[in-house]
């Protein structure tokens, strides 16, 4: 009908499976993953292989890891799923090597860590010493789609024999943060290890050197990235169409309602993709690295004055070129955020409790499933964690669903 808006044409799974295969349109198999991580490797009725397998076949190793990042959020994900006629990601590159060198390189160590990985959380550790021997370097690394590093599977069961042998022999970097942003202590502290806690914890204060995770305040990125999502899922949540709120008054544009419909995962997994992983700020000039990570470019070359390992998967950077993600900058164009971000989070937003004789910080976060660095986020204002007045409001964080176990 004349002077009606239509809605534009979302691409299918069938359809990225095409851009793939042809290897065309990458910004749009990248966006559509973005809302659907899961499309990365389901195999279309009447197809032979997914995405990810066309991906590999045609050996750009800066497209695979881009699409890997958006991974975090679906636990089904499979980096050796298998293609129609029964062949993995690894026999596909492997029968590429000649062409694409690099992608069978790339794919092989990602395989390794996840062998590692997968042994660590079995604890198979007579396998983690056999794979460690053949590629040590992975020890302090993972891939962007698994949750924890190798010292965060240890500290999980809390054995400290296991930990000295391996810290022994190849070195722990003791302040990697998992995808959650949760320290060897942290989770160790969260699985009852508090022995185990402990001694981790005077390691890291013997050892004065900051490492890789430990130049970024986790309380800071905490607080910025509840804000950032708080306000993102506010401002594009709504349907594309709709002006106004229910009581009448005007909605922000509304970002096109990328949030409309997709399910709790996949929302998380948008709105990560718009913020900073360095900040956790909403990206204003987002550039993409070599690890397939969009950055807020202020913030990735300041981080490389002084690093050269990314600060998601702490592996080495390819190298420091950096590239403007078109995609994400379209999707916050229609985001009202540059420059109406709140300073302060929506009391709707969160849950305050009021201070009762007895209560400490660790005790209130133990008792509502909140780490105690979440807590101290959520409240940067108090001065003295240890001396609570009764009567006293604290704010507890908004519960977030965890999408993904121990992996």
């Not at 590093?149 to 943060?177: K, S, T």
């Not at 800071?220 to 401002?235: F, G, K």
């Amino acid at each position: 009908m004349a002077g009606r808006s239509q809605r534009p044409v979302t691409p299918t799974i069938d359809d990225l499976n095409t851009l793939a295969r042809e290897n065309k349109d990458f910004d749009t198999i990248y966006q559509c993953i973005m809302k659907h991580p899961e499309w990365l490797t389901q195999i279309p009725s009447g197809r032979r292989w997914g995405i990810i397998h066309q991906i590999v076949f045609h050996g750009n190793v800066d497209q695979l890891n881009r699409l890997l990042t958006q991974q975090a959020q679906n636990p089904n994900f499979l980096l050796l799923s298998k293609t129609g006629d029964d062949k993995t990601v690894l026999d596909i590159a492997r029968e590429e090597v000649k062409k694409n060198a690099a992608m069978y390189k790339r794919i092989e160590r990602l395989t390794t860590m996840d062998e590692l990985l997968s042994n660590a959380k079995a604890e198979n550790w007579t396998a983690c010493r056999d794979l460690l021997k053949k590629m040590p370097d992975i020890i302090n690394e993972k891939p962007a789609y698994r949750r924890f590093y190798f010292i965060h599977q240890i500290a999980y069961v809390g054995d400290r024999r296991v930990f000295d042998e391996f810290n022994q022999q190849y070195h722990f970097d003791l302040n990697l943060l998992s995808n959650n942003d949760k320290s060897a202590v942290d989770i160790a502290n969260d699985q009852g290890h508090h022995d185990f806690a402990k001694y981790v914890k005077s390691l890291k204060e013997k050892n004065q050197s900051r490492t890789t995770s430990d130049q970024i305040s986790r309380a800071n990125r905490a607080i910025e990235r509840s804000r950032a999502s708080d306000y993102i899922t506010a401002a594009t949540s709504e349907d594309p169409h709709k002006t106004q709120n229910d009581d009448g008054r005007p909605l922000p544009s509304n970002g096109g309602g990328i949030l409309v419909g997709l399910q709790p995962n996949e929302k998380e997994n948008l709105i990560n993709s718009l913020t900073c992983p360095l900040s956790g700020k909403i990206l204003r000039v987002p550039v993409v690295a070599s690890d397939g990570y969009t950055y807020e470019k202020e913030n990735i070359l300041e981080w490389f004055k002084t690093n050269d390992k990314s600060p998601v998967t702490n592996e080495v950077f390819k190298d420091r070129e950096l590239k403007q993600n078109y995609t994400i900058e379209t999707i916050l164009k229609s985001v009202p955020v540059q420059s109406s971000l709140p300073t302060t989070l929506p009391t709707s937003m969160s849950t305050y409790y009021t201070i009762k004789a007895g209560d400490t910080l660790t005790k209130l976060a133990e008792q509502n499933g909140f780490s105690l660095d979440q807590i101290k986020a959520a409240n940067p204002e108090l001065k003295n964690y240890d001396r609570l007045a009764i009567g006293q409001h604290i704010k507890f964080p908004r519960k977030r669903r965890e999408t993904f176990s121990r992996d």
